[in-house]
């Protein structure tokens, strides 16, 4: 596949951050019978691993444009977006300041996976609690214009890079997974499953399945949230392909109908994991030597096989699981997977 060819005449520019396309294979084992073929975007690189490299590379081509000197984003404190975000403008020669969720701002956690990484990169980091995670719009607009005030040309980056921008991204991973389905051995999948965290992935998917019409061809898309609702983010989708098209006319005319959300994974909470979820993480762990992790794609991953055994055909005769990432959370420390 030639990955540096236009997908849409409307595409805005990208700059080139990913390892792509990204490869994909059978898993050994079958769930409820049924053959799961995996998405490999945890190799979308190494240190810039996972789906939001795809959404950076359109984020920051804007940025870069602008002549941005400094990029800012937000995220939990283990925020894979983050710490692509640190990564990506430190290779295109931007300084990043990163606002970070944790329990107490006051005591910042300790070094361990993505902030060792945050750190690496050269950010700046801002710790916040719970409760001023609620105006996190507003503490990124006023650190903008902090760093306006020295001089510096910033360039915000909303939570998770997930704007119409960023979603860019997934639309073009669309055009990639297709041609991939498409030759993937008989039975062809006939859902593509994802983790929805902010809804970034999920809107370029839902959009990338709309425009090539793939619902006509027996290809759906289903995305398994882990945090909020189903509501929230059947919303929160819609929302953003609205703004892709009030931006680029891309005609695709997504509907809250178009979105299939399936709730009730969420478990005991954003990055708080079940016993059972972490089961199943290290069984594809042993059975496949596949590492998803706790917060995103094991959560997700785990709510895919839950629905398989409750009702086989839920997902077709094959299914296809998209890895996003995120191993580098595993490596926190703080989540004991042995259970
Ligand atoms: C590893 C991983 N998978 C999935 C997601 C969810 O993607 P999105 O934020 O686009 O919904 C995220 C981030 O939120 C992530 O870090």
């Known amino acids: 596949m030639d990955t540096s060819a236009r997908i849409h005449p409307a595409e805005p520019a990208r700059v080139t951050l990913a390892h792509l396309p990204t490869g994909g294979h059978w898993l050994r084992e079958r769930w409820g019978g049924v053959p799961v073929w995996l998405k490999r975007d945890d190799h979308t690189g190494g240190e810039l691993s996972g789906n939001k490299i795809r959404k950076l590379e359109y984020l920051l081509a804007e940025a870069q444009a602008q ?41 910042p956690p300790a070094l361990t996976g993505n902030i060792t990484l945050d750190v690496m990169a050269g950010a700046d980091l801002r710790w916040i609690s719970y409760a001023q995670w609620r105006d996190r719009d507003q503490l990124l607009a006023q650190e903008a214009e902090r760093l306006q005030q020295r001089g510096e040309r910033p360039y915000v980056i909303p939570e ?13 991973a669309m055009h990639e997974l297709v041609q991939q389905l498409d030759a993937a051995q008989v039975p062809r999948p006939a859902t593509i499953v994802y983790a929805c965290g902010s809804g970034g992935t999920g809107a370029g998917l839902v959009l990338g399945a709309k425009l090539l019409r793939l619902p006509e061809r027996g290809l759906s898309v289903a995305g398994i949230n882990v945090c909020d609702d ?78 398989l055994s409750r009702a086989p ?27």
């Open 230 to 307: 189903r509501d929230y983010f059947v919303r929160k989708i819609a929302g953003i392909c609205a703004e892709v098209e009030a931006r680029w006319q891309l005609g695709a005319n997504v509907t809250e109908a178009d979105i299939d959300m399936i709730d009730g994974h969420v478990g005991l909470g954003y990055a708080k994991s079940r016993p059972e979820e972490l089961a199943t993480l290290r069984r594809v762990g042993q059975r496949e030597g596949v590492v998803l992790d706790p917060v995103y794609t094991g959560k997700a991953f785990h709510g895919m096989v839950t629905e």
């Open 160 to 172: 998770g890079g997930s704007n119409a921008l960023g979603t860019w991204g997934y639309l073009r």
């Open 313 to 339: 055909r839920r997902f077709g005769e094959a299914v296809c699981f998209v890895h996003t990432g995120g191993i580098f959370g595993l490596l926190a420390g703080g989540v004991n997977v042995l259970g």
């Open 67 to 107: 002549g941005a000197t400094y990029v800012l984003t937000c995220g939990g404190e283990q925020s894979n977006h983050a710490r692509a975000t640190a990564l990506a403008a430190a290779r295109l020669g931007m300084r990043s300041l990163l606002i970070l969720r944790t329990d107490n701002p006051r005591v």
